[in-house]
């Protein structure tokens, strides 16, 4: 789906007016919208640790230059897209270049930690978000449920489930899923 340029640039630059608002956590652009989510709790943030950790170990032996990163911006302009996944793996160079966002293809993995409060926009939307930009690896952890599913390419059509205190391959990265907690 295609968004009309000067519609988009118009919710952007509303965006960019509420960012310094506080109580606000992430500001996005989705359908139309700007879609504004309460800031993270600290089971949250945790998991986006010790995943972050874990890649960030593995990432100079499969994937020198890159690293696992929270906090990016992540634009798809033509698609009228704009997501701040919980972390993303990227390019050293392309995370620390001064532009607004990160492009799609300078992304080989999305992580999204699911939010006690909206979890349909983690399960569904931004699957398809994520695969209309053609990111090749999608991650969703669950705390409310100790849970998590592994999108693959081609468009996250893959889905592969696991527990928590399960070890995963997601792309040529494994993870320890047994240091992540439940929001309970």
């Not at 302009?77 to 997501?83: E, H, W």
């Not at 492009?103 to 699957?127: G, I, N, Q, Y």
Request: hydrophobic residues 40%.
């Amino acid at each position: 789906m295609s968004v009309d340029p000067m519609d988009y640039a118009r919710l952007r630059e509303i965006a960019g007016l509420l960012s310094p608002v506080p109580g606000i956590g992430k500001i996005e652009i989705a359908d139309g919208a700007i879609v504004l989510t309460l800031p993270p709790v600290d089971r949250h943030e945790s998991a986006v640790a010790h995943i972050a950790r874990q890649l960030n170990t593995q990432l100079p032996r499969t994937h020198p230059g890159r690293i696992a990163r929270a906090g990016a911006d992540l634009e798809d302009a033509a698609r009228g897209r704009r997501r701040t996944p919980d972390l993303v793996v990227c390019a050293e160079a392309a995370s620390e270049s001064a532009g607004p966002a990160l492009l799609p293809h300078e992304v080989l993995l999305v992580v999204e930690v699911v939010s006690a409060a909206d979890p349909k926009t983690d399960h569904h939307d931004k699957v398809r978000d994520y695969a209309a930009m053609g990111i090749p690896l999608y991650l969703l952890v669950d705390p409310r449920k100790g849970t998590g599913i592994v999108h693959d390419e081609p468009g996250c059509t893959s889905r592969k489930e696991f527990a928590f205190g399960d070890t995963i391959t997601v792309g040529p990265w494994t993870l320890d899923t047994g240091v992540l907690r439940t929001y309970a």
